[in-house]
């Protein structure tokens, strides 16, 4: 229709204003973004998956009773017999070399993943939204310094930062974790900056700058809440990303120890059993075919539930 | 006076994420042959929409549901017309592109922006009329021949002449073809006997099939160095660009050519999207809302050039606008419409003299007319949203006049006098 | 209306600098605003107006601070008697004043105001925007828009500040029942209503309008001007209409300011300036409004060309590349802004010949 005037038949919702609001509008959002969050099949899917791997992760102690109560990410072995052997009533998913137990190891991998995805995200999200709005909202010369930071850690080549990382602090989820950080936060940096500079040119930033609203609360109010959302999205996808990373480095061997409950580290660990004996080629599919299959499940249930968020949030997308 | 275009009871809708916006509701309007048309309403009264779904170019989620639009193009018999509701997209593309050029509001969005103004003019010319610039390209050759004597360089331009001559016997085979099989069509338009039925099928088949293009031509097209040739189109063509650029009172139209439409000002775009359009000699130019973008110095200029062109160029305009000003300046019939309804059609004299519908009345009271101290009337409460109109009359909630049969029964158009209609209950014949 | 001067504006400058190469060094600047003189008197309505890209939307958000004056003083409701003190300080001082002449501005000119006292500036200037769907945050409510110059500047909390929202949202016209909704549910008109209500929220003296009908449908444009009349008859309001339409500009203004590239044409009375306009640029603008009546027999004055680039204006008048009465003396030297009587100010050299 018709682009100039914005009097747009379509835009406006139809609304009889003689009714008195019968509930908190927030909450008539919040209905209507449920709504259209459970029309969309794909994100139900998605909602599934993380929310199994949730209660799973929740009740790993219940489903994975670990031997050593101190040290539970310490996956149980059965001697040390090095084929790896079938699944059978004692070990469900069967074990790796060193009769590792692949079940065991994919519970307790599921509370690593979430530790990795979560502290890596977060803190970048943090550092992200602290450094793009200042940088976004106060320009300058603030946002000249941030921005030739963010360049810097761009040039550094992922993989040489990740080894020296290692070799300064020894092996662990914890390097991985860091490594991720140090290189993770630009992206984010960038992206809200970039999101808050639209959003700081329209006309509402200025009428509140016109009536005396302070810069913090401009920010808090009026930008974040209007800038965020893209961001969140793809964080709730790198949630997965990040785990696809870590599980790369952890196969490199830069990541956990041997026989730490990492979905990555049993890939590793796997790594001369992908193929069998001349005979029976497939003849140990489980040890790669479950944790591999565990993390793409992972990593598509967070990208489905980012799309879903995309969907449901995103102004241009909400109302199609 | 002949019709050029006439819809009829069209109805489009857009299936929303919150229901079913009905934009048009059975919206009926004519053009006459040689005629600025103005159609004129508020923003959401469907104007876009209806000429778009006559264009048939209503982007999803929007749908035509029903009507018909008919073409009285047929230069052999005015009377008949087609129904391209009915026909295929091919066949629309045909005539989006010979017949009815549109320009539109934002005239930087209509122009690409990697490629140079002489390149986007002429690309049309090239399309649309290839002929012409052949010719033109023929004739700048056949001076070169004359003047210079030297035999290698002679016998290189009578081969591209040769080569020219060729791309036009198989342009004129293409248009009689063409020609031959549109003749047809119409012959078979609108009957009903199963045989004409199915040769108007295979006629409309074959018209899609046919190559625009002899294998001949398309051989030379496609041999390096022989197709060397084009170059001398090209520079016909833009010799025929800046001409036109010239005549759109473009300021130095031989710079202009190279530049890229970001290096323009808005009424300087809006002239080359004009100058697009006209490449094509267009029967019917569709105007939507060309100059509510630019500037009143700017828009006067437009406005001045648009009038000129109907002068001499191109037979009618249909000129799509909120602006009652601009109406009341360039046309000559108008429409006024509300909420996807038509309220009333009428001259442009009658229509500001003495307005019939209410909805016409409540609008030009409340446009400044520029007398100091006045009152502006307004028209009490909002556009309706379109996903739950007002049954009946979709203007009677708003209406100062309204009947009990205003809520329940959608008024029909009724001719008043002369060319002046209104839909509106309060004329019904009692 | 009295002829207390409200606002005064001295010699305003804004510049943008266009920077370019490698180092971003400054190459040359947008002279959005060149040295601008303009008087708005208490509880009128000034238009103005000009062609987009003239300046005029700069002027009034330097005005309100929005953006920062390169250069020049503008003087908000501030006694007489010290603003000549300063102006002449400014014209004929030494430099042993300069210690007083920074005291003197820091106290009078608005724009080197900072902190509080740039907060309290902030109460009494007020603006209202072109386009309501991009004034209002979408992800506020109604009550909370309206309200937060009050929260801003700590007027009013709780019960007190709800009630004193529903009072400026009826002012507008509308009520209780739209104070807890999201701008979304509104159509243009009301959201533009909303907007007025915020700008009313802080009893402001001075409202720059910036094209608050341009984004709005004429029957709706006509309840909001309506609207902004009665409100400036009712809470004693002085209005800055910055607009490109000009018969809205005749409609509702008292007295009307010309700008086009940056530099002030005409100032006039509404009245007298559509009657007898004084400048070329002026007659033309005014020949170029479509006027909703088919049978006006006005002749239209057609410009040729655009209005140059600003980086690089003309020299001398920067009308005269675009003025069929241009001599040599327009092409080298710059008419002054000068008083022709009767409240009337022109800055074109051959004005008297032109009539």
Not at chain 2, 258 to 264: A, K, Q, S, T, V
Not at chain 2, 310 to 324: A, G, M, N, P, R
Not at chain 3, 29 to 55: F, H, P, R, Y
Request: with cysteine; proline share 5%; charged share 25%.
């Amino acid at each position: 229709m018709n682009s100039v005037n914005n009097e747009n038949s379509t835009s406006a919702i139809n609304v009889d204003y003689e009714q008195p609001v019968s509930q908190h509008p927030a909450l008539t959002e919040a209905i209507f973004t449920v709504k259209r969050f459970i029309k969309n099949p794909l994100s139900i899917i998605g909602l599934t998956i993380i929310l199994v791997f949730t209660l799973i992760a929740i009740f790993a102690p219940f489903l994975a009773p670990p031997e050593n109560e101190r040290d539970p990410y310490r996956i149980p072995h059965d001697g040390w017999t090095i084929s790896p052997s079938p699944p059978s009533a004692d070990h469900p998913f069967g074990t790796m070399e060193q009769q590792y137990d692949i079940f065991y190891g994919i519970i307790w991998g599921t509370r690593s993943a979430f530790k990795i995805g979560f502290s890596v995200v977060l803190i970048n999200l943090i550092i992200g939204v602290i450094l793009g709005s200042i940088a976004g909202y106060y320009g300058g010369l603030f946002d000249e310094i941030i921005m030739r930071i963010t360049d810097m850690f761009y040039a550094l080549p992922f993989l040489v930062v990740a080894m020296a990382l290692v070799v300064a602090l020894g092996r662990g989820l914890q390097s991985i974790i860091i490594v991720m950080i140090i290189l993770g936060w630009p992206t984010y940096t960038r992206m809200i900056r970039g999101d808050i500079l639209t959003i700081r040119e329209k006309d509402y930033i200025l009428a509140a700058r016109a009536s005396g609203t302070s810069d913090l609360k401009i920010i808090i109010r009026h930008i974040l809440p209007n800038s965020v959302y893209s961001v969140l999205i793809v964080a709730s996808m790198n949630i997965g990303a990040t785990v696809l990373t870590a599980a790369a480095l952890s196969f490199l061997g830069l990541g956990a120890e041997t026989g730490y409950a990492d979905w990555g580290q049993m890939v590793s660990m796997c790594r001369n059993w992908i193929v069998g004996p001349p005979d029976a080629r497939l003849a140990y599919w489980y040890v790669v075919f479950i944790p591999g299959f565990v993390i793409a499940l992972f990593v598509l249930g967070w990208n489905l539930l980012g799309d879903a968020a995309r969907d449901v949030f995103d102004p241009k997308m909400r109302r199609k | 006076m002949e019709k050029l275009v006439e819809a009829e009871e069209l109805r489009t809708n857009f299936y929303t994420f919150e229901g079913v916006v009905k934009a048009l509701n059975g919206v009926s309007l004519v053009v006459n042959n040689g005629e600025t048309y103005g159609l004129v309403g508020e923003s959401g009264c469907g104007k876009s929409v209806s000429v778009r779904s006559m264009m048939r170019i209503v982007q999803a989620p929007g749908k035509i549901e029903e009507g018909k639009v008919v073409l009285f193009f047929n230069e052999k018999d005015r009377n008949k017309g087609i129904d391209i509701l009915k026909r295929s997209e091919a066949y629309m593309q045909s005539i989006r592109g010979n017949d009815i050029s549109m320009i539109f509001q934002e005239a930087g969005t209509a122009l690409n922006p990697v490629l140079s103004i002489g390149f986007q003019v002429g690309e049309s010319f090239l399309l649309h009329r290839r002929g012409e610039m052949i010719k033109l390209a023929v004739k700048t050759l056949d001076k070169k021949i004359d003047e210079n004597s030297n035999s290698l360089f002679r016998m290189w331009r009578k081969f591209h002449k040769r080569l020219l001559q060729n791309e036009t016997d198989d342009l004129e085979r293409y248009k009689t073809e063409i020609v031959k099989i549109d003749s047809d069509l119409y012959r078979t338009e609108g009957k009903t006997d199963s045989k004409s039925l199915e040769k108007h099928k295979r006629l409309l088949v074959n018209r899609e099939r046919l190559n625009k293009q002899g294998l001949k031509v398309r051989l030379q097209l496609k041999t390096p160095i022989i197709r060397r040739y084009v170059r001398r189109i090209n520079a016909a063509v833009r010799e025929k660009v800046i001409e036109l650029l010239t005549d759109l009172g473009v300021p130095n139209p031989g710079n202009i050519v190279d530049r890229y439409p970001h290096e323009l000002s808005g009424g300087m775009q809006q002239r080359i999207v004009i100058s697009i359009a006209l490449a094509c000699n267009p029967t019917l130019l569709i105007a939507d809302e060309p100059t509510s973008n630019l500037d009143v110095t700017i828009q006067a200029q437009i406005l001045d050039l648009i009038r000129q062109l109907k002068k001499t160029q191109i037979s009618s305009v249909l000129f799509i606008t909120h602006d009652l000003g601009v109406v009341a300046e360039i046309c000559d019939r108008v429409t006024v419409m509300y909420a996807g309804d038509t309220c009333e059609t009428a001259s442009v004299k009658d229509l500001f003299k003495e307005p019939m519908h209410p909805y016409t009345k409540g609008l030009l009271k409340s446009v400044p007319k520029g007398e100091i101290g006045e009152k502006l009337q307004t028209i009490p409460g909002t556009v309706p949203n379109l996903i739950t109109p007002p049954s009946g009359c979709r203007f009677h909630p708003r209406c100062p006049d309204v009947m009990e049969i205003c809520k329940s029964q959608k008024p029909e158009m009724l001719m008043m006098k002369d060319g002046h209609s209104v839909a509106c209950h309060l004329y019904r014949k009692k | 209306m009295n002829n207390e001067i409200l606002v005064d504006i001295r010699g305003l400058r804004k510049y943008y600098p266009v920077k370019g190469g490698v180092f971003k060094k400054h190459i040359a600047d947008v002279k959005a605003v060149d040295s601008v003189d303009l008087q708005i008197k208490k509880g009128e309505c000034i238009g103005l107006v000009g062609e987009s890209g003239c300046g005029k939307t700069t002027l009034g958000k330097t005005l309100l601070r929005l953006h920062d004056a390169s250069e020049g003083r503008i003087y908000f409701n501030q006694p007489e008697e010290k603003i000549n003190e300063l102006e002449n300080l400014l014209s004929n001082g030494n430099a042993s004043d300069h210690g007083e002449i920074r005291k003197l501005r820091n106290e009078l000119d608005l724009t080197k105001f900072s902190g509080k006292k740039l907060l309290d500036l902030r109460k009494k200037l007020q603006i209202v925007f072109q386009d309501p769907s991009n004034s209002l945050n979408p992800r506020l409510l109604v009550k909370h828009i309206v309200g937060e110059p009050i929260v801003a500047h700590k007027l009013m909390k709780g019960v007190a500040l709800e009630a004193r929202v529903l009072e400026l949202l009826e002012t507008v016209g509308l009520g209780k029942t739209h104070m807890m909704r999201y701008p979304h549910e509104f159509s243009g008109g009301q959201r533009q209503r909303i907007a007025i209500a915020r700008a009313l929220a802080t009893n402001p003296e001075f409202i720059l309008m910036d094209e608050p009908t341009s984004a709005l449908d004429v029957s709706v444009q006509a309840q909001i001007l309506n609207l902004l009349k009665d409100l400036q008859n009712n809470l004693d309001l002085t209005y800055l209409f910055v607009t490109h339409h000009l018969l809205v500009v005749k409609y509702i203004t008292n007295r009307i300011a010309v700008m086009y590239l940056g530099k002030m044409m005409e100032i006039s009375p509404t009245a007298e300036l559509f009657k007898a306009p004084l400048h070329p640029y002026t007659k033309a603008l005014l020949s170029a409004i479509p006027v909703p009546d088919p049978e006006s027999q006005v002749e239209k004055i057609i410009l040729t060309g655009d209005v140059p680039n600003p980086i690089d204006p003309p020299s001398g008048c920067r009308f005269h590349p675009r003025c069929k009465y241009a001599t040599n003396i327009c092409k080298k030297q710059e008419p002054e802004l000068e008083d022709v009587g009767s409240g009337r100010k022109v800055a074109c050299h051959r004005w008297k010949e032109i009539q």
